[in-house]
């Protein structure tokens, strides 16, 4: 089973630009997860969406940052203009269902975008 | 908002010792996970952890969930180099589906 393809794996960007990442989930999981790593720290969630709905953008820095997923299977994630503070390396999760308990919602990691903004 | 305390941040060891690691919350988690970390890779699930004092094993390792569900711990036995990595716990709350991480307990082993 291929799991969660992310693009692209680095990105260095100048203060004030724009930049978009994209995650493919797991093939048939309806939860796609979009987190923040700061390095040194755990990820911390920017928005989680139910297949193409949006269930939790509580952290998400809405004046810069957006995600859609327009057909409930790819997400894009961007920044713009981005900050000094944005680099950090961004993951993309998937899940099963975020409605269903247990093993069907565990998250899948992607290997991430690592966005260093200069 | 909900926080983990992970403890200890970093542990530098031999190999062949045990490592014992925990996660506490002032919140209440029905689901206890436990993820590690390799450089430049995204977070891989090792244990999952669903009821109130369960103890569950994956080889080496072991992870309890609190009775109390406030927290848990991870131990590994007989530690190897490619231990090394980030272990992050994870808890996911009561009632909601968001999922909160600790900020890893970096584990280095020396052979």
């Known amino acids: 089973e291929a799991g969660v393809a992310q693009s692209p794996r680095y990105k260095i960007i100048e203060k004030r630009q724009s930049v978009a990442f994209w995650c493919n989930p797991i093939s048939g999981h309806a939860t796609l997860y979009w987190y923040q790593q700061i390095l040194g720290q755990g990820p911390k969630l920017l928005i989680q969406?139910?297949?193409?709905?949006?269930?939790?953008d509580s952290q998400l820095p809405k004046d810069r940052f957006s995600a859609e997923r327009l057909k409930g299977v790819d997400s894009t994630l961007k920044i713009q203009p981005a900050k000094l503070e944005d680099s950090a390396v961004y993951l993309c999760?998937?899940?099963?269902?975020?409605?269903?308990?247990?093993?069907?919602?565990?998250?899948?990691f992607g290997a991430g975008t690592r966005l260093s903004v200069l | 908002g909900q926080q983990l305390n992970q403890s200890p941040q970093s542990m530098f060891i031999q190999e062949g010792e045990d490592v014992s690691m925990n996660c506490t919350s002032s919140s209440i988690f029905n689901t206890w996970l436990w993820y590690k970390q390799d450089p430049g890779e995204g977070p891989v699930l090792l244990i999952a952890?669903?009821?109130?004092?369960e103890l569950t094993s994956n080889g080496r390792l072991t992870a309890q969930f609190g009775i109390t569900r406030k927290d848990s711990f991870l131990n590994i036995s007989a530690s190897i180099p490619s231990d090394v990595g980030i272990y992050f716990c994870?808890?996911?709350?009561?009632?909601?589906?968001?999922?909160?991480f600790g900020a890893g307990t970096r584990l280095f082993v020396k052979a």
């Open positions: 969406f139910q297949n193409n709905g949006v269930v939790d």
């Open positions: 999760a998937s899940s099963q269902s975020t409605r269903l308990a247990g093993a069907k919602n565990i998250q899948y």
């Open positions: 952890l669903y009821k109130a004092g």
């Open positions: 994870a808890g996911r709350n009561t009632g909601g589906f968001k999922t909160i």
